[in-house]
């Protein structure tokens, strides 16, 4: 699945690691991300959101 992390993490200077620390995931998470090698998950909670016709972030928050 195409992304913009790359880009958005270097307009913002950070290394993929600072990113991961920031986000609370490995570099090598950030890494698969900006290579597309990691998106399985990510297309199911796109998929789950829009079937319940809501956000992936009111989803997963755990808040009503």
Not at 24 to 38: F, L, P
């Amino acid at each position: 699945m195409p992304n913009r992390i790359k880009e958005l993490r270097e307009k913002k200077g950070l290394s993929q690691r600072q990113l991961a620390t920031i986000i609370g995931v490995s570099n090598q998470t950030i890494m698969n991300w900006e290579n597309e090698e990691y998106t399985h998950r990510l297309v199911v909670a796109l998929r789950l959101a829009k079937y319940f016709k809501t956000t992936v972030e009111r989803l997963f928050d755990g808040t009503e």
